[in-house]
């Protein structure tokens, strides 16, 4: 086997007041250090500076800016990538858990660091334990979030559906929302048996009844204390438009992946880890039938690490047992994550004495690491500062449910701080969130941007976007500030649309507020744009 290089990003002061760094997991298997750029500033500097120690993230064997990156051209031929790699000097049974595991305690050696908080999410989750595993004397602590045991992925028809219960039980509790579903499990398997012969077409595509079951768990996954599973289900139901719509542009407020991922990795870790559970014989007692077109979806996504596709990888092998330890330990579940669902958590948690399991009701995949949750943060920083201690987690609330998506004209405005370009504004804080600075209702949407650029140019390029022509843009003054206030017309899916657009310059770039919202109520968009004009401040 080849020499490796191995790619690390450290944050915080370059000599902090605790010697014990943090070592953050990437998940994947296959991310890379690269994939949390989006959230770096956000969420990792700031725990960083408050708890007063380096972060460490370290591109696992095979990934991102390590060296050798696995490339696979088509993974669908897995004989042709491991031939590449067999011709490149490449041992296939190298790329492991178990070897990763002790690369994290080559870097923390490397690095002078004789204990480390250990943090993972999702797989890398699985790779923390490993690691718990083969080295526990470098262990201070462990936080383990979005629990990835080994067989998770060979569980995840129970998983989602587990997932769809806790949901369901909100839902009823919940007035608005128990108008839309009295059994969500019923109404998945209804929907997508509604879509099989008859899909709706949204303004992302049609949406059959694969589209759905894939989208309801891409749902269940980004949801952030509240919900849209029901709201999404139910609109779907009723050819709602408009509504699925906002429920499918909330999903673009999830950070994308960024940086070098190995599809190769990802593949011959996974076959690596699960192939001792003898996933064929498991899965033949699982496959549901034809008409269950819902769990088919996730089946599909099992039956990818059945024995005979993950032989041709020629992995290595890991251990089935679950990792035993007195290390003090924080477990962190989101209760609507159907990707590692709070079963994982509760499960590895009986082998780890000294652990404690908090789950956040009406949260999805990384209720922690994404940043976001003040309550996962505040237990968080608790724990790491005092590990022994028992983890109070009284800030944890219920989650909510969205019952409706409300119109432009009867949304209340409540203020909001939007960082990303310096102000706070009274904005629709009970649409959805969708990206920064902007939120969506039933066919209309708010926008708060920074762009670069003067104020025509950044005019001349939203309407350029649209396919429509330049609009006639008109002088405003909100309290001392000189605006440029603009409508444009322009045609979407669903019909003809308007964009009411006010912008101002600030230095060289160009803060501009847009609604979007159908045409019949452009004249609403102008009055509620005007209103949250007023409400501009700066942080």
């Given at each position: 086997?080849?020499?490796?290089?191995?790619?690390?990003?450290?944050?915080?002061?370059?000599?902090?007041?605790?010697p014990?760094?943090?070592?953050?997991?990437?998940?994947?298997?296959?991310?890379?250090?690269?994939?949390?750029?989006?959230?770096?500033?956000?969420?990792?500097?700031?725990?960083?500076?408050?708890?007063?120690?380096?972060?460490?993230?370290?591109?696992?064997?095979?990934?991102?800016?390590?060296?050798?990156?696995?490339?696979?051209?088509?993974?669908?031929?897995?004989?042709?990538?491991?031939?590449?790699?067999?011709?490149?000097?490449?041992?296939?049974?190298?790329?492991?858990?178990?070897?990763?595991?002790?690369?994290?305690?080559?870097?923390?050696?490397?690095?002078g660091a004789?204990?480390?908080?250990l943090?993972?999410a999702?797989?890398?989750?699985?790779?923390?334990?490993?690691?718990?595993?083969?080295?526990?004397?470098?262990?201070?602590?462990?936080?383990?979030e979005?629990?990835?045991?080994?067989?998770?992925?060979?569980?995840?028809?129970?998983?989602?559906?587990?997932?769809?219960?806790?949901?369901?039980?909100?839902?009823?509790?919940?007035?608005?929302?128990?108008?839309?579903?009295?059994?969500?499990?019923?109404?998945?398997?209804?929907?997508?048996?509604?879509?099989?012969?008859?899909?709706?077409?949204?303004?992302?595509?049609?949406?059959?009844?694969?589209?759905?079951?894939?989208?309801?768990?891409?749902l269940?996954?980004?949801?952030?204390?509240?919900?849209?599973?029901?709201?999404?289900?139910n609109?779907?139901?009723?050819?709602?438009?408009?509504?699925?719509?906002?429920?499918?542009?909330?999903l673009?407020?999830?950070?994308?992946?960024?940086?070098?991922?190995?599809?190769?990795?990802?593949?011959?870790?996974?076959?690596?880890?699960?192939?001792?559970?003898?996933?064929?014989?498991?899965?033949?007692?699982?496959?549901?039938?034809?008409?269950?077109?819902?769990?088919?979806?996730?089946?599909?996504?099992?039956?990818?690490?059945?024995?005979?596709?993950?032989?041709?990888?020629?992995?290595?092998?890991?251990?089935?047992?679950?990792?035993?330890?007195?290390?003090?330990?924080?477990?962190?579940?989101?209760?609507?994550?159907?990707?590692?669902?709070?079963?994982?958590?509760?499960?590895?948690?009986?082998?780890?004495?000294?652990?404690?399991?908090?789950?956040?009701?009406?949260?999805?995949?990384?209720?922690?690491?994404?940043?976001?949750?003040?309550?996962?943060?505040?237990?968080?920083?608790?724990?790491?500062?005092?590990?022994?201690?028992?983890?109070?987690?009284?800030?944890?609330?219920?989650?909510?449910?969205?019952?409706?998506?409300?119109?432009?004209?009867?949304?209340?405005?409540?203020?909001?701080?939007?960082?990303?370009?310096?102000?706070?504004?009274?904005?629709?804080?009970?649409?959805?969130?969708?990206?920064?600075?902007?939120?969506?209702?039933?066919?209309?949407?708010v926008?708060?941007?920074?762009?670069?650029?003067?104020?025509?140019?950044?005019?001349?390029?939203?309407?350029?976007?649209?396919?429509?022509?330049?609009?006639?843009?008109?002088?405003?003054?909100?309290?001392?500030?000189?605006?440029?206030?603009?409508?444009?017309?322009?045609?979407?899916?669903?019909?003809?649309?308007?964009?009411?657009?006010?912008?101002?310059?600030?230095?060289?770039?160009?803060?501009?507020?847009?609604?979007?919202?159908?045409?019949?109520?452009?004249?609403?968009a102008?009055?509620?744009?005007?209103?949250?004009?007023?409400?501009?401040?700066?942080?």
């Amino acid at each position: 086997m080849k020499d490796l290089e191995l790619f690390v990003t450290v944050i915080g002061k370059e000599k902090p007041g605790n010697p014990d760094p943090i070592f953050h997991v990437p998940g994947g298997p296959g991310a890379s250090s690269e994939a949390y750029a989006p959230i770096l500033g956000s969420t990792y500097v700031p725990l960083a500076v408050e708890l007063d120690r380096q972060i460490f993230f370290v591109d696992q064997r095979g990934t991102g800016q390590s060296l050798p990156f696995l490339t696979c051209d088509d993974p669908k031929k897995p004989r042709d990538c491991v031939d590449e790699w067999k011709s490149a000097g490449l041992d296939t049974k190298a790329f492991t858990t178990a070897f990763a595991a002790d690369d994290i305690a080559d870097v923390a050696a490397a690095f002078g660091a004789t204990k480390v908080n250990l943090w993972g999410a999702s797989y890398g989750s699985r790779l923390a334990l490993e690691t718990v595993r083969r080295h526990p004397d470098i262990i201070r602590s462990l936080i383990i979030e979005s629990v990835d045991s080994a067989d998770t992925p060979l569980d995840k028809i129970a998983g989602v559906r587990g997932a769809l219960g806790r949901i369901s039980a909100r839902c009823k509790s919940d007035p608005a929302c128990s108008k839309l579903t009295s059994d969500l499990a019923a109404d998945v398997d209804r929907v997508a048996s509604q879509l099989s012969s008859r899909p709706l077409t949204t303004s992302s595509g049609k949406m059959d009844a694969t589209v759905f079951a894939d989208t309801t768990q891409q749902l269940m996954e980004a949801s952030i204390g509240r919900s849209t599973v029901p709201l999404f289900v139910n609109a779907v139901s009723r050819g709602d438009v408009a509504t699925v719509d906002a429920v499918l542009l909330s999903l673009s407020a999830e950070p994308a992946l960024t940086g070098k991922f190995s599809v190769g990795m990802q593949l011959l870790t996974n076959c690596s880890d699960i192939a001792p559970f003898g996933a064929s014989k498991r899965l033949s007692t699982l496959e549901p039938p034809d008409d269950a077109l819902f769990d088919r979806s996730s089946f599909a996504a099992m039956s990818d690490l059945a024995d005979e596709t993950c032989a041709p990888w020629k992995p290595g092998t890991a251990s089935v047992d679950l990792v035993t330890s007195d290390k003090p330990t924080l477990i962190v579940a989101g209760s609507d994550d159907s990707n590692t669902p709070v079963e994982n958590a509760t499960r590895v948690a009986t082998k780890l004495s000294a652990s404690s399991v908090v789950e956040f009701p009406g949260y999805g995949h990384f209720p922690l690491h994404r940043g976001g949750n003040p309550c996962a943060a505040e237990i968080f920083v608790a724990f790491i500062q005092q590990p022994l201690q028992s983890v109070d987690q009284r800030c944890v609330t219920e989650g909510a449910v969205y019952g409706a998506l409300e119109q432009l004209g009867t949304v209340e405005l409540r203020p909001v701080p939007l960082d990303h370009v310096g102000i706070s504004a009274a904005l629709p804080t009970d649409w959805l969130p969708a990206g920064k600075g902007t939120f969506v209702g039933a066919g209309s949407s708010v926008t708060v941007t920074l762009t670069p650029g003067d104020v025509d140019a950044v005019v001349g390029s939203v309407a350029k976007a649209l396919g429509a022509p330049s609009p006639t843009s008109r002088a405003i003054t909100v309290g001392d500030a000189p605006w440029t206030q603009a409508s444009i017309a322009f045609s979407r899916p669903g019909g003809e649309a308007n964009v009411e657009i006010a912008l101002v310059a600030a230095g060289d770039q160009t803060l501009s507020v847009s609604i979007v919202s159908p045409k019949d109520q452009a004249d609403t968009a102008a009055k509620r744009l005007n209103e949250i004009l007023s409400s501009v401040k700066p942080l």
